[in-house]
């Protein structure tokens, strides 16, 4: 039995990772350690919850002791750390709490695999490590770290030091760096959720800048098949880019949103731009692709209907959400950008 500590595993792409774990394996225990922040929510592993083979334990990863006794409690052998504050706007609007989660809670947590001696440590990270692309080229796993907002710098900081404990202590460290994901369970506060949202609800759809800028989707599972694939085969020591080469411009994907659920593009808003906003993000996933045998299973097509019917078949999930403190978030964020 391999013995996870998973963490962020109550939201999007973590609990995604462990409905999709536990309904395939019966030779991993998970305990998914989330400290269930506004992003955080344990709906999303009600098909879990009851598995023999997990345990969730409510706490941050900066929290030492309990990280700590997580770890001789429950033996940990491998960790993949999903925790993190994940949205750039938010890092925009206040820094702090990033650095304090991304940086000093991965610290916290390659302290404890340390002492531990634990057999693989998986670190989580983006893209966006990378900065920006200018119309052509991709990222690969050469491409010099240049990070531009405070969250991708405080992923940026987090990988430095996960491969410098590698370095200094021969731990035995991975990274994946995945584009941007799309899929069931994901926050509203991110452009693909919050455009199906507001299309249902016939709410103006916020487009910042140009609408020009590029994302390169993948299907949360591909992405979740990456990683545990990287956890088992993956040579420590490395970085592993994972993408599906699906580029598109953010007004390509806001107008298919409205296509596909029959609505006007008059509720189309452009609004000031994301400050310091990353043009294009384009990976290039050969090494993961050729090395470990990985290819992206599901086509943008057919996984972006599911995740708009998903939506439209699971409204109490998203409705309960957007009625609490997200109310006040989405104020701040775009009452003054028009
Ligand atoms: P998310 O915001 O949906 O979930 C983050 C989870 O971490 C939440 O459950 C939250 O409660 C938990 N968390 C936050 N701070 C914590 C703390 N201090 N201690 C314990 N738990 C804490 O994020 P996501 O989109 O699922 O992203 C997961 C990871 O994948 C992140 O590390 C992110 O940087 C990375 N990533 C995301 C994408 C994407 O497109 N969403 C792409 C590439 C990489
Ligand atoms: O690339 C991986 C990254 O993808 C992850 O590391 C991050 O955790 C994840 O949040 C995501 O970052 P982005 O900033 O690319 O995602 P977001 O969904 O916030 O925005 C996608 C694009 O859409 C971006 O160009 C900004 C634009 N956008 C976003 C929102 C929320 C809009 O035009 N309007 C919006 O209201």
Redesign the pocket.
């Known amino acids: 039995m391999k013995k996870i500590l998973v963490t962020g595993g109550a939201g999007f792409i973590g609990s995604n990772f462990i409905n999709h774990i536990l309904k395939n394996r019966d030779d991993y225990f998970i305990v998914n350690l989330d400290k269930l922040t506004y992003a955080g929510n344990l709906e999303n592993l009600k098909e879990s919850e009851n598995n023999p083979n997990y345990v969730f334990v409510k706490g941050d990863i900066q929290n030492n002791e309990l990280v700590n006794y997580i770890f001789e409690k429950y033996q940990i052998k491998y960790v993949i750390n999903f925790a993190?504050e994940?949205?750039?706007?938010r890092s925009i609007l206040g820094a702090e709490v990033f650095y304090r989660t991304n940086v000093i809670g991965t610290n916290v947590l390659l302290e404890a695999a340390k002492r531990f001696e634990v057999e693989r440590f998986l670190q989580i990270s983006?893209?966006?490590v990378y900065g920006s692309l200018g119309p052509t080229g991709l990222f690969t796993e050469s491409t010099p770290i240049s990070p531009n907002s405070p969250?991708?710098s405080s992923?940026a900081a987090a990988d430095l030091m996960v491969q410098a404990y590698h370095h200094t202590y021969g731990m035995p460290t991975l990274i994946t760096r995945?584009?941007?994901?799309y899929g069931p369970y994901q926050f509203p506060?991110?452009?693909?959720p919050?455009?199906i949202i507001n299309s249902i609800n016939n709410k103006k759809l916020?487009?910042?800048?140009d609408?020009l800028?590029v994302?390169?989707w993948i299907y949360v599972i591909d992405h979740n098949r990456a990683v545990e694939l990287v956890l088992e085969k993956g040579k420590i020591g490395e970085v592993y880019n994972i993408g599906a080469s699906n580029e598109m411009k953010?007004i390509e994907i806001?107008k298919l949103i409205l296509k596909h659920l029959n609505k006007s593009e008059d509720l189309i808003e452009y609004?000031k731009d994301?400050p310091g906003?990353?043009r294009r993000?384009a990976i290039d996933s050969s090494k993961i692709q050729n090395e470990l045998g990985w290819k992206p299973q599901f086509s943008f097509e057919s996984a972006i209907q599911y995740t708009i019917d998903w939506y439209l078949n699971n409204r109490q999930w998203w409705e309960r959400i957007i009625s609490g403190d997200y109310i006040k978030y989405y104020n701040e964020?775009?009452l003054n950008r028009k």
Do not use: F, W
């Not at 994940?86 to 706007?89: E, R």
């Not at 506060?189 to 693909?192: A, M, N």
């Not at 916020?206 to 800048?209: C, D, L, S, T």
């Open positions: 993190a994940s949205h750039v706007d983006t893209d966006e969250y991708s992923k995945c584009s941007n994901n506060e991110k452009l693909i919050l455009m916020p487009v910042y800048g609408g800028n994302r390169d953010n806001v609004v994301r906003h990353d993000y964020q775009y």
